[in-house]
């Protein structure tokens, strides 16, 4: 994320979030930080309840807004609790934007007498000059401002900093400190070739920036320095034609200025910031890290196959050498039938003898043994190689068998599907997974590539429930018993085509009181808002929150054409 970009961000953000409630904080991926927002402008297009997404690292960071909950599924760490401790609860009082470093700066309600902010840089807080106490002394009695009375020593306010390269950190300040004003000062035409060569003097000449003036003339890049510095203007979005018809189209670019070197993308411009970066970061950041979680998810799957592969491809060098010893039969064979005109006591290199079409024929003898013995040899050498081939071919149908399991499995996870127990464990990460889904539970894909679960019974809606993640989509079918499906997304954000909303609702209406029926109503949920309903029957449940209900057409003979190969057989 570029600096002006972030800056044209934090224009647009920070009106909104100022006197915004931090509810909750997460960290659903590695380097990837969640705030729920409970806005206090009634106005906000974008609803009451919001999550701000930091992406932090050197690589690809970036800060935008959802409206979707980005959903944790991991115990915090340490860090998320302290954020939690000191920030979580509180109202944004005011923000600063330090937007040529990329940092938001957020002053949280409350303050924190002198005493407990000693103790808390024991704990591993951040102070103001940027020094880190030490982490061993965190559970001391007085970390908390709260456990202190009022009027310990002079207070400190507490700021919840963002920054794209180092990720959130907590700072104290005194009353009359925070962060320092930033000096901003933006080079004329005169002074451009010399900003260019002396770039480090000149922090508003961003990398992306010097890459896109480096293509330009003096007069062209003067004019794009003004307009940067008026901070207004729209936004340039390049987008990526799908690659299954009825898809969105996929946003690979942002940019507060055009891209010239861009043409193999189409581009839109947007005059609505808050809702370009909140795709940008759907398409940009999210799918990419869910991308990268798949994969994560899926290594037990894939170092299993490469084993699988290696052992089929020693089967195969078996087959070749037990082959050429059931060869063997053919050269005993043309000896036998040749016996009669040589001494079979005689021990020889090799012997000439005659083949069917009456050609003469060297076959070549181990001279230790007679020509009877090398006969003899020959067969049992033919019988040795042809016990091997059936050996062989069972234990490469095994194999087979297990590869085709596993290649499924790790189908599943790369798609976003169930993601072994293993895999997710990081106390266990040398233990191979279980290669197989839960019995109860079938395994299903849509025609635009969503992972689609099913219980089989009672049990199999339990199972299914148990795999999926808070932010999937539970499909049942209305007014009556039947089977639960999932639809597994990648993130909260994602959004599903109608198709596979239709095929999901069309395997959970085949699958219930409703499957005689032409067409059925489904209703959809997110799965944290199905709740098992206390002292009823197994599989019974609560919706909290209904997404949408769908009418759709029963067709059994979709779930032969949707069902994996294991499925199947």
């Avoid at 090799?350 to 181990?366: F, K």
Wanted: with cysteine.
């Amino acid at each position: 994320m570029d600096a002006h970009l972030f800056r044209r961000f934090a224009q647009a953000a920070i009106p909104l979030l100022t006197g915004a409630r931090l509810a909750r904080i997460q960290e659903p991926s590695r380097d990837i930080y969640t705030f729920n927002l409970d806005l206090f402008s009634r106005t906000s297009s974008l609803g009451r309840k919001v999550q701000l997404v930091l992406k932090c690292g050197r690589k690809d960071p970036f800060l935008f807004l959802t409206t979707s909950r980005l959903s944790a599924n991991q115990a915090p760490t340490a860090a998320v609790m302290r954020l939690r401790k000191y920030a979580g609860g509180h109202s944004i009082r005011h923000i600063v934007a330090r937007w040529q470093d990329r940092e938001l700066w957020l002053l949280m309600s409350g303050s924190m007498p002198t005493l407990a902010r000693d103790r808390d840089m024991e704990a591993g807080l951040q102070d103001k000059d940027g020094t880190n106490g030490s982490p061993n002394a965190e559970n001391r009695e007085g970390a908390s401002a709260a456990a202190l009375p009022a009027g310990d020593g002079e207070t400190r306010l507490v700021w919840l900093v963002l920054r794209l390269k180092e990720g959130p950190q907590l700072v104290l300040a005194g009353p009359d400190e925070g962060p320092a004003p930033e000096e901003v000062v933006w080079p004329r035409l005169q002074e451009l070739p010399e900003a260019l060569e002396n770039w480090r003097s000149w922090p508003v000449l961003s990398p992306a920036l010097r890459r896109t003036i480096a293509k330009l003339s003096l007069e062209d890049a003067a004019a794009l320095l003004v307009d940067l510095e008026a901070g207004t203007g729209d936004l340039f979005c390049y987008m990526k034609t799908p690659e299954r018809e009825g898809e969105p189209p996929v946003m690979v670019r942002i940019s507060p200025w055009p891209l010239a070197e861009v043409t193999d993308l189409h581009e839109e411009i947007r005059e609505d910031i808050l809702p370009a970066f909140m795709q940008a970061g759907s398409d940009l950041v999210l799918q990419a890290a869910a991308r990268q979680q798949a994969k994560r998810a899926a290594e037990p799957w894939i170092r299993k196959e490469r084993k699988l592969e290696e052992r089929l491809e020693l089967q195969r060098d078996d087959v070749d050498r037990l082959t050429r010893m059931c060869a063997r039969r053919e050269q005993g064979l043309l000896l036998q039938a040749n016996l009669w005109q040589l001494q079979g006591s005689v021990r020889c290199p090799s012997v000439q003898v005659l083949n069917a079409a009456g050609e003469s024929v060297e076959l070549r003898l181990d001279a230790r043994y007679t020509i009877r013995e090398n006969m003899e040899r020959f067969f049992h050498t033919a019988r040795r190689g042809e016990r091997g081939l059936a050996r062989v071919a069972e234990r490469t149908r095994a194999l087979e068998e297990e590869l085709k399991v596993v290649r499924a499995q790790k189908e599943a996870c790369l798609l976003g599907g169930p993601v072994p127990e293993t895999a997710r464990s990081r106390q266990q990460p040398s233990q191979e997974p279980v290669p197989n889904l839960p019995a109860t539970v079938q395994l299903f894909v849509s025609s635009d590539g969503f992972v689609l679960l099913r219980g089989r019974n009672a049990k199999g809606n339990q199972d299914a429930r148990r795999i999926a993640s808070p932010h999937d989509i539970w499909v049942h079918a209305e007014g009556g018993p039947g089977s639960h499906v999932i639809i597994r997304r990648s993130h909260g954000a994602q959004s599903v085509p109608d198709r596979t909303l239709d095929e999901a609702g069309c395997l959970a209406a085949c699958r219930s009181w409703l499957r005689d029926e032409p067409s059925a109503r489904l209703t959809y949920c997110e799965i944290r808002h199905v709740r098992p309903l206390r002292g009823a029957a197994p599989g019974t449940m609560r919706m909290d929150k209904v997404l949408f209900t769908r009418k759709v057409a029963v067709d059994p003979s979709l779930e032969t054409r949707l069902a994996r190969s294991a499925e199947r057989s």
